[in-house]
């Protein structure tokens, strides 16, 4: 006999969604194919709408008996993009805090393009494959501030790249403009400025896997970064002025993060 990968559902059973996103809340959908007992074949539709900072939602659909036969997670919105929303349906025996989940049908990215399915699989996770690419514009701090930026909650990031002004006061002092990740207690690493800056420059520091450069050019000096940088929530991009005096000013740093869901 082949194998269909039709999977038996008693009375009781549900699909139980759990989701995490960080985009808008744009509705999931689950769609199925359910064989009925009397062998008709019936298509299913269920909306879920995951929540928008990262936490996650779940909820519980109510599943007659019969045999499933299929069933894809997928998102009409062009909106969402990969690395945005994440989402496990699983099999259970009844729903809420007593619900036995039985099996993982699906466990993956959702997003225009990309809709993950059962029997077809694979079961991925959170950290499989590319993220969602972010252009991010930092908190601009006072004068006499480092700027500081932190992963949130829910995220891992890959810093791709940073940039960001410094203007240094008319005291007379040459300072050392640095880089510093944390983890938000320890410092895990520190990139060194190409040059000094002194008083009275707008300089620009640009932050990248590029190599060692002896010297800046003009106003514009770099920062290295170490390949592939994951950061982990709660670790912090932030900076440090060796020599700073009274007026030094940041801007807002602009970054560019690859983000994946930490479910």
Same mark, same amino acid.
Not at 41 to 69: C, V
Not at 147 to 156: D, K, Q, R
Not at 192 to 207: E, G, K
């Given at each position: 006999? @082949?194998?269909? /990968?039709?999977?038996?559902?008693?009375?009781?059973?549900?699909?139980?969604?759990?989701? &995490?996103?960080?985009?808008?809340?744009? #509705?999931?959908?689950? @769609?199925?194919?359910?064989?009925?007992?009397?062998?008709?074949?019936? #298509?299913? =539709?269920?909306?879920?709408?995951?929540?928008?900072?990262?936490?996650?939602?779940?909820?519980?659909?109510?599943?007659?008996?019969?045999?499933?036969?299929?069933?894809?997670?997928?998102?009409?919105? *062009?909106?969402?993009?990969?690395?945005?929303?994440?989402?496990? @349906?699983?099999?259970?025996?009844?729903?809420?805090?007593?619900?036995?989940?039985?099996?993982?049908?699906?466990?993956?990215?959702?997003?225009?393009?990309?809709?993950?399915? &059962? #029997?077809?699989?694979?079961?991925?996770?959170?950290?499989?494959?590319?993220?969602?690419?972010?252009?991010?514009?930092?908190?601009?701090?006072?004068?006499?501030?480092?700027?500081?930026?932190?992963?949130?909650?829910?995220?891992? &990031?890959?810093?791709?790249?940073?940039?960001? =002004?410094?203007?240094?006061?008319?005291? @007379?002092?040459?300072? *050392?403009?640095?880089?510093?990740?944390?983890?938000?207690?320890?410092?895990?690493?520190?990139?060194?400025? %190409?040059?000094?800056?002194?008083?009275?420059?707008?300089?620009?520091?640009?932050? /990248?896997?590029? /190599?060692?450069?002896?010297?800046?050019?003009?106003?514009?000096?770099? &920062?290295?970064?170490?390949?592939?940088?994951?950061? =982990?929530?709660?670790? %912090?991009?932030?900076?440090?002025?060796?020599?700073?005096?009274?007026?030094?000013?940041?801007? *807002?740093?602009?970054?560019?993060?690859?983000?994946?869901? =930490?479910?």
């Amino acid at each position: 006999m @082949v194998n269909t /990968g039709e999977l038996y559902v008693s009375a009781g059973d549900t699909l139980r969604i759990t989701s &995490w996103s960080s985009q808008a809340t744009y #509705p999931v959908y689950l @769609v199925g194919r359910i064989r009925g007992l009397g062998g008709n074949i019936a #298509p299913q =539709q269920w909306a879920h709408t995951p929540l928008n900072d990262r936490s996650a939602r779940t909820e519980y659909f109510a599943l007659a008996e019969g045999g499933l036969l299929s069933l894809a997670v997928h998102v009409d919105s *062009a909106a969402v993009l990969r690395g945005q929303t994440f989402a496990v @349906v699983e099999l259970c025996r009844g729903r809420g805090t007593p619900a036995i989940p039985l099996h993982v049908l699906i466990a993956g990215y959702v997003c225009r393009g990309e809709s993950p399915g &059962w #029997p077809e699989g694979p079961l991925r996770g959170p950290g499989d494959g590319p993220g969602y690419v972010r252009r991010i514009t930092g908190t601009d701090p006072a004068p006499d501030a480092e700027f500081s930026e932190s992963v949130p909650t829910g995220a891992v &990031w890959r810093l791709r790249s940073l940039r960001v =002004q410094c203007v240094t006061s008319a005291l @007379v002092n040459n300072r *050392a403009c640095f880089m510093v990740l944390t983890d938000g207690a320890t410092t895990l690493w520190r990139s060194i400025p %190409t040059s000094y800056q002194a008083a009275s420059l707008t300089n620009r520091y640009n932050a /990248g896997v590029i /190599g060692h450069r002896a010297t800046g050019v003009g106003n514009e000096l770099e &920062w290295n970064l170490p390949a592939d940088l994951m950061l =982990q929530a709660g670790w %912090t991009i932030t900076s440090y002025i060796w020599g700073k005096m009274t007026g030094d000013d940041w801007g *807002a740093p602009e970054l560019v993060v690859e983000e994946w869901l =930490q479910p």
